[in-house]
């Protein structure tokens, strides 16, 4: 079955595909499994007692990739899926998920995604996921993307997750356990306008020696938005925890940031930060000086800052 | 032609400036005068950062008096900051690219990137994806400053202390800069300075001293009474870099 032009624009959104993609993949539309396709080195599976699917790595895979978008075009529609990654030992792959909304509806459309992430010894991983909402009825879009990272010896993960537009309704929770010498960063994007709410949850559980993490996150709240960003880090062994956020603040949006970091083992360095303030009245100013406008002169900075 | 006529500028009911007059017609003006004596001040009046509490501002016979920073920079106003600002995730081809007017998201060719930054002695494959952030040295940041003013090609530029926290052998590069913008410029650069060899390139000299103009005139003129320094001097300025 073809896809319809919001269902293309959606996937263009959050995967950056202009078409159903080429080797493993799996997509999810309107509640259901849509297509789904393995790969030599790549299997996936159908669950059979829960919604959702069961991603199999081999071990030694090398620059191969994985696309699991979900989209919900139809008004309406609320699901909770579980999606298991099993990435083998040695393995080294870029997984892009991400939920496009399309709400053109008056009720409410909810995913929540529940993904859970085992890396075996020297595994790496790039996971990428964008999260885009779209239409103008008067239906919310909600997504609670829920993410578990359990990494064993010398893995190593990068996390990018960005939602920038259109979506009402988030809370976000990551959860993660490493072991000795394994890393995990993560970048996360946010960009919340009119009456939107997205709080984000890190929670990192330092627990081998050597083990190591960044989350960083920026933010930029607008119009009478919300967020609220929690992160903990856990510094259970030697271990190294930096935790960041910078967050730009805009009309008559709140934004809390609430970092924690606590330490169990007197070789743990762990480190937050956090800042929140509006856009610098000199950076304006410099990017008015090369005439722009004061309005283009603030989307340029938000962009570039959320690049 | 730029015209301060009996420009004021009053601010938390300090008068920081006084009923300056002046015209640049030259094609290089420099000004000059002691720390705080409002030459910064000059600069954002002419920008447009600040507004005169009285008296009027002409560019070319056109009031620019109430116009904003964004009108005058399109009228064809440059204006490179003493204190340059950071941008965190800002790239230097970015910058380049908006001072160029790309407004749009289309930047620059990195040719012509490449050809502003190495005008200002900077290794273009190094910094053209820059952030523009805290990790880039007073002194770097100095420099794009100035290529930005290149890209803009503006009738009218000014440069606040360019020199300050630019080393020796730069400096020199810096001067050369300044020696071909003259020779290419269709309009007019006012640089405001201490360094003698700057001062030395320029058609004309304003000297300002607490809030109002001490002194103005060719540099033949106004030069060897600075360089005479204060004692019997009919108008003081100092010589020492800004800190
Ligand atoms: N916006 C302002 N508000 C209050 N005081 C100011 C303002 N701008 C400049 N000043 C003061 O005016 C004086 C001249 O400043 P400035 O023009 O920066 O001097 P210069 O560039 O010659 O060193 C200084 O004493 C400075 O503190
Ligand atoms: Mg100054």
């Known amino acids: 079955m073809a896809l319809d032009p919001i269902q293309l624009e959606l996937l263009q959104q959050v995967a950056g595909l202009h078409e159903v993609p080429q080797g493993a993949y799996s997509l999810r539309i309107n509640g259901a499994l849509h297509g789904k396709n393995s790969s030599e080195n790549i299997t996936i599976e159908k669950k059979t007692d829960k919604p959702g699917i069961d991603i199999y790595i081999k071990a030694g895979t090398k620059k191969e990739s994985v696309h699991i978008p979900v989209i919900l075009s139809q008004a309406g529609i609320s699901e909770l899926v579980y999606n298991d990654f099993h990435i083998g030992e040695g393995a080294d792959v870029t997984i892009v998920a991400g939920c496009g909304i399309h709400n053109g509806g008056s009720e409410k459309s909810e995913h929540s995604g529940i993904h859970a992430f085992y890396l075996a010894k020297g595994a790496r991983v790039k996971y990428i996921e964008k999260h885009y909402g779209s239409g103008d009825g008067s239906g919310e879009r909600v997504m609670n993307p829920t993410t578990e990272v359990y990494m064993d010896e010398d893995s190593y993960m990068e996390m990018e997750t960005a939602q920038i537009k259109g979506v009402d309704s988030t809370d976000r929770v990551t959860k993660a356990e490493l072991a000795a010498h394994a890393t995990l960063v993560i970048h996360e994007k946010l960009m919340t306008h009119g009456k939107q709410f997205a709080k984000t949850t890190f929670e990192v559980s330092l627990n081998g020696k050597g083990s190591g993490t960044h989350v960083v996150s920026r933010a930029v709240a607008k119009d009478d938005s919300r967020q609220v960003f929690l992160s903990k880090i856990h510094g259970n062994n030697r271990c190294s925890g930096h935790t960041e956020c910078d967050a730009i603040l805009m009309d008559n949006a709140v934004i809390s940031a609430i970092p924690e970091i606590s330490a169990s083992h007197v070789d743990a360095a762990l480190i937050h930060e956090a800042a929140i303030g509006k856009i610098a009245g000199e950076q304006l100013m410099k990017l008015m000086t090369l005439g722009l406008t004061e309005q283009e002169a603030e989307e340029q900075i938000i962009n570039g800052f959320l690049k | ?243």
């Open chain 2, 1 to 243: 032609m730029l015209e301060f006529q009996n420009v004021s500028f009053t601010a938390d009911s300090a008068d920081i400036l006084r009923n300056v007059s002046f015209t640049v017609s030259e094609r290089f003006v420099a000004v000059t005068g002691p720390n705080g004596s409002g030459k910064s001040t000059i600069a954002k009046l002419i920008a447009g950062i600040y507004t005169p509490t009285s008296g009027k501002i002409l560019l070319d016979g056109v009031d620019i008096t109430d116009l904003s920073i964004t009108e005058r920079a399109r009228m064809g106003i440059s204006f490179a900051f003493q204190q340059p600002v950071r941008f965190k995730g800002l790239t230097v081809k970015d910058l380049i690219s908006l001072a160029a007017g790309k407004v749009d998201g289309k930047k620059i060719s990195a040719a012509d990137a490449c050809a502003y930054l190495s005008e200002v002695g900077l290794c273009a494959r190094e910094y053209i994806d820059r952030e523009v952030n805290a990790s880039l040295s007073g002194g770097e940041l100095k420099r794009i400053e100035i290529a930005m003013t290149m890209a803009r090609g503006s009738q009218l530029t000014v440069f606040d202390e360019p020199e300050a926290g630019i080393d020796l052998w730069s400096f020199n590069n810096l001067i050369d800069v300044f020696r071909k913008m003259y020779d290419k410029t269709k309009g007019s650069i006012i640089i405001i300075s201490h360094q003698e060899r700057i001062l030395d390139i320029a058609d004309k000299i304003i000297v300002v001293s607490g809030g109002e103009i001490a002194a103005m005139g060719e540099k033949n003129e106004i030069l060897p009474e600075l360089l005479k320094g204060s004692g019997g001097c009919r108008f003081t300025a100092s010589r020492k870099e800004d800190c």
